[in-house]
Structures are given as C-alpha cells and as structure tokens.
C-alpha cells in the first residue's frame, strides 16, 4: 500500500477530527501531499495541500482558517486537523500524493491516492 489514511469518523457538528496519511518513503519525500474530498455523486474537491518540505500550503477558500494541513518528513506522514466542523464537512477523504513538488488543486496532478477515510458531522 503506498498511501493509508487513517483518523476518519464521526464527529458533532463545532467538534475536531485529526486525518492522517501513512505513505512508502519512494513517493513522499520529494512530492507535494495534498487532501481532497468526494460527496457521492460529485467530483474530487481539492481541500489543503502542501510542499516537500512544508514551506508552502495551500487551501480551498472553505477550509481556510478550518483546516490546518502539516507533514513529518522523518515518519513519512501528513496531517489534516480539521477544526469547528460543520455537517457539510461530511464525505470521504483522500490523501494524495503529487507528481511534483508542488501541490495543484486539480486531482490530475496527482499519481498516488489512499483509500479514502469517512468522515461524518452530525448536527
């Protein structure tokens, strides 16, 4: 498995989750990581992303100031704290991996995907 997601679950509407992603050393240390997030029925939103080396992130004007993106390069892993959630938060989230060392918000610019963590508001 080259990208493992984990944290996802069920959480009231103003609570916290924390998403992580597990990924092999070969397609982290020199790629941007980025989360998306996918309603059924609807395309691959882009959420946060950030650099190789975490100098630069990124985030979707919705997430912004919400969600808060992070690596650790020594343990191969990226974060996503998600904060005051709301029910339209709700859907399946994906860790993805960049082509570049840079993050894009389209999902073509990535080549790597985990399986995608569940992630549910109740109001």
């Known amino acids: 498995v080259q990208l493992q997601a984990f944290g996802g679950g069920l959480v009231q509407a103003g609570g916290s989750l924390r998403l992580s992603c597990a990924a092999s050393r070969r397609i982290f240390s020199n790629n941007g990581m980025s989360w998306f997030r996918q309603a059924p029925g609807k395309e691959r939103e882009f959420v946060a992303g950030?650099?190789?080396?975490?100098?630069?992130?990124d985030y979707a004007d919705s997430t912004k100031g919400q969600f808060t993106i992070s690596r650790d390069n020594a343990k191969n892993t990226v974060a996503l704290q998600m904060n005051s959630l709301k029910p339209e938060d709700t859907t399946v989230y994906y860790c993805?991996?960049?082509?570049?060392?840079?993050?894009?918000?389209?999902?073509?610019?990535?080549?790597?995907w985990g399986q995608g963590t569940q992630v549910t508001v109740s109001s």
């Open positions: 993805a991996a960049a082509r570049s060392a840079v993050t894009t918000t389209s999902p073509r610019g990535y080549n790597y």
């Open positions: 950030i650099s190789w080396n975490g100098g630069y992130t």
